[in-house]
């Protein structure tokens, strides 16, 4: 029997693409509130303690006021808002993120989706947190540039507004310059960080896509590692992960090459290319003579950084193959 799945907000950017990837699975039903009690609070109840799963595409108050009306044990929630990702009895649903997290995500009831920034910094932080190359009080930054959608309806609307003048001509925007951003706390907790890391995002002129970096001074790392020590950290951390890869020393160098008369020029890398996806890539670009690195990381900011990641999280916790429908 299929397992019936509510999404609580299926209206939005994240909900639209989490049912595209349920369509046609003969496993899972998703099921909808019958358009003439839209408006009746009772249906939504009724729907939310009534289905097998429930994932919750909500703003962070709704999305609590959500879980507030379930009363039945039984169903499963998964959080893509920001409410829960560090609440005392939610599991962080980033089933790569330490040896054990799909068993505790595959006996959750309460699942926190990962926010798309912290999953790209803390795949490519915490392994090496946990193997002593970065010490947990180490000041760290993150800079990173998302696509658009990542900003919601009213980003959405504004850079694709025509004509220009009535939405945006901006090309690339830095933003969280108040330096609150929601996702910080997540990222602190998870990679395993004494104080908070200092967050740069920003969007760009492109709908969806993301790339996070990490910059790091190799000569202030305990134990002064290698470029190589780090990146053979990564590979042994994901090793045999189907959705998280580590690109070669090869492939890392090949970016790193410069061209004849452009000094320190950079191939371009392309953060729309696992658009569509679940997968994320990691990359560790270094100079030993400068004795620094850039830990980079590309993936969806609407696939592993939302919809493909939640899916993976309700096959997950309903017992379902890990991988179908991503």
């Not at 932080?125 to 696509?147: C, H, M, Q, Y």
């Not at 020393?249 to 090949?254: N, P, V």
């Not at 729309?272 to 670009?285: C, D, S």
């Amino acid at each position: 029997m299929a397992k019936t799945v509510f999404i609580d907000g299926e209206a939005g950017t994240t909900g639209l693409q989490i049912r595209q990837r349920l369509e046609g699975r003969v496993d899972v039903e998703v099921v909808s509130i019958d358009p003439a009690r839209r408006k009746d609070p009772d249906a939504r109840r009724e729907l939310l303690n009534g289905v097998d799963a429930v994932v919750l595409c909500l703003p962070d108050d709704a999305a609590r006021d959500a879980v507030a009306m379930i009363d039945n044990a039984q169903v499963k929630v998964i959080d893509a808002s920001t409410a829960h990702r560090v609440a005392p009895g939610w599991v962080y649903g980033f089933a790569e993120m330490a040896p054990g997290q799909r068993d505790e995500i595959r006996k959750a009831t309460r699942i926190a989706n990962p926010g798309c920034y912290p999953t790209g910094f803390i795949a490519l932080t915490r392994p090496l947190v946990e193997a002593g190359l970065i010490s947990p009080d180490f000041p760290i930054t993150i800079n990173a540039v998302s696509g658009y959608s990542g900003g919601g309806r009213g980003l959405i609307e504004e850079f694709e507004q025509q004509p220009i003048p009535d939405g945006t001509a901006d090309a690339y925007r830095p933003y969280g310059l108040s330096l609150a951003h929601k996702h910080v706390s997540e990222m602190q907790a998870y990679a395993g960080l004494s104080h908070p890391p200092l967050f740069a995002p920003s969007v760009g002129r492109f709908a969806q896509g993301m790339i996070v970096q990490a910059p790091l001074q190799l000569w202030a790392l305990p134990g002064k590692p290698s470029v190589a020590d780090l990146h053979s950290a990564l590979i042994a951390y994901y090793a045999g992960e189907t959705f998280v890869e580590v690109a070669s020393g090869a492939e890392c160098l090949e970016l790193q090459k410069t061209r004849a008369g452009a000094a320190n020029y950079i191939k371009p890398m392309d953060p729309e290319a696992l658009n569509g996806t679940n997968r994320m890539k990691l990359y560790v670009f270094g100079s030993e003579t400068k004795r620094q690195v850039i830990l980079t990381a590309v993936l969806d900011n609407l696939g592993k950084g939302a919809s493909g990641a939640a899916v993976q999280n309700l096959n997950l916790t309903l017992g379902l193959p890990e991988g179908e429908g991503i």
